[in-house]
């Protein structure tokens, strides 16, 4: 007995919240709390009460959230929040939209050489 699918079995494991939504999450109380609401609390482990935002995880416990809070895990996704986020601009630069295309003969009258 097994998976026959293996492709299927990655794509529908337990997805967790982006950086982005996360660090909107910190930023913003009202964004958390409506994320929050979008799930029952009888689903939730614990009823819902101990979450932790930065892995946007629920636990059973207080204790278990202290743990989880003092693991490896947890202080490598602090590190991670801790870096700007990537923009829209960067992406596009990137991609090499937006950037400056001119055309290299254009340059070349500005007084730059172009050697081929």
Not at 66 to 81: E, S, T
Not at 87 to 98: D, F, R
Request: one cysteine or more.
């Amino acid at each position: 007995m097994g998976v026959g699918n293996k492709r299927t079995l990655t794509k529908t494991r337990r997805k967790t919240r982006d950086l982005d939504q996360i660090k909107a999450d910190l930023l913003s109380p009202k964004h958390l709390s409506q994320y929050q609401d979008t799930k029952s609390k009888e689903d939730l482990p614990g009823l819902g009460r101990w979450y932790c935002v930065e892995c946007a995880k629920w636990y059973d416990t207080e204790v278990n959230l202290v743990m989880h809070r003092k693991g490896k895990p947890h202080k490598r996704r602090v590190k991670q929040l801790r870096e700007e986020p990537y923009t829209q601009k960067e992406a596009e630069a990137a991609a090499g939209i937006g950037t400056n295309n001119e055309d290299p003969h254009n340059a070349a009258k500005d007084g730059m050489e172009i050697v081929v």
